[in-house]
């Protein structure tokens, strides 16, 4: 099915770094979603974005939806030990029947204390 | 409060069986979803519930998949004949419904292993 293009694929990062991933489509998405996957477990919602342009933080996270409304980008600051894990985008289309999410292949981040 | 909740946590089963999976949605959530999810993949789309309205079983990727929803709440997604290449995790997830916004809430996932 059509996915979303997330990148980069995997990242090794010191901790302290700070770490940016994106996401981008070639359709319009209304709504924008960022998750995090640890293994053996579900997604977990980590920011939700409505708007185009909006600019949201949770903690040491900040998400920010595209003004083309084409892309969306994820931000951690101070990368800690526990912030290991998949970051996975998602998004839901204008005009998409029902609420069903397109995901991102998804980030993979290893953090080196 | 309660998350979504899924059983089995891990389930084997022999290529041809058929095979049921459950989902417990958040209480008050209207909507709820089964995503497919692959080794070292994203999340594919397999079918969306919403109140009383006709599922969107768009994402099921054959007639050997069928899910149900009763009385509003739980759902069962029932893969029929298994093939090797069902073997997945299966996520199920819930979400307020049209007016929530959009956001999803999973559970851990069914790992299906077809031998």
């Known amino acids: 099915g059509q996915q979303l293009n997330q990148s980069p694929q995997s990242m090794f990062i010191q901790e302290g770094e700070d770490v940016s991933m994106n996401c981008t489509s070639s359709s319009i998405f209304n709504t924008w979603l960022w998750y995090k996957q640890d293994p053996g477990e579900g997604p977990v919602l980590l920011i939700a974005l409505y708007k185009a342009g909006e600019l949201t933080s949770n903690g040491r996270l900040t998400a920010q939806f595209g003004i083309t409304r084409k892309d969306s980008f994820l931000n951690i600051s101070a990368s800690i030990p526990s912030d290991v894990g998949i970051y996975f985008c998602?998004?839901?289309?204008?005009?998409?029947?029902?609420?069903?999410?397109?995901f991102g292949q998804g980030t993979e981040l290893s953090v080196k204390p | 409060g309660a998350g979504v909740s899924q059983s089995p946590s891990n389930k084997v089963t022999e290529k041809g069986k058929d095979v049921e999976l459950r989902c417990d949605p958040i209480?008050?959530?209207?909507?709820l979803y089964w995503y497919r999810q692959s080794l070292g993949q994203g999340l594919e789309f397999l079918i969306y519930f919403q109140g009383n309205s006709a599922p969107d079983k768009s994402g099921l990727p054959s007639d050997r998949f069928s899910a149900e929803r009763t009385g509003g709440s739980v759902s069962t997604l029932t893969i029929q004949r298994t093939q090797q290449e069902d073997s997945a995790v299966y996520l199920c997830?819930?979400?307020?419904?049209?007016?929530?916004?959009?956001?999803?809430?999973f559970g851990p996932g069914t790992r299906l292993t077809v031998t």
């Open positions: 209480s008050g959530h209207t909507a």
């Open positions: 997830a819930s979400s307020l419904g049209p007016s929530g916004g959009g956001e999803q809430y």
């Open positions: 998602a998004g839901r289309r204008i005009y998409n029947q029902g609420g069903k999410l397109i």
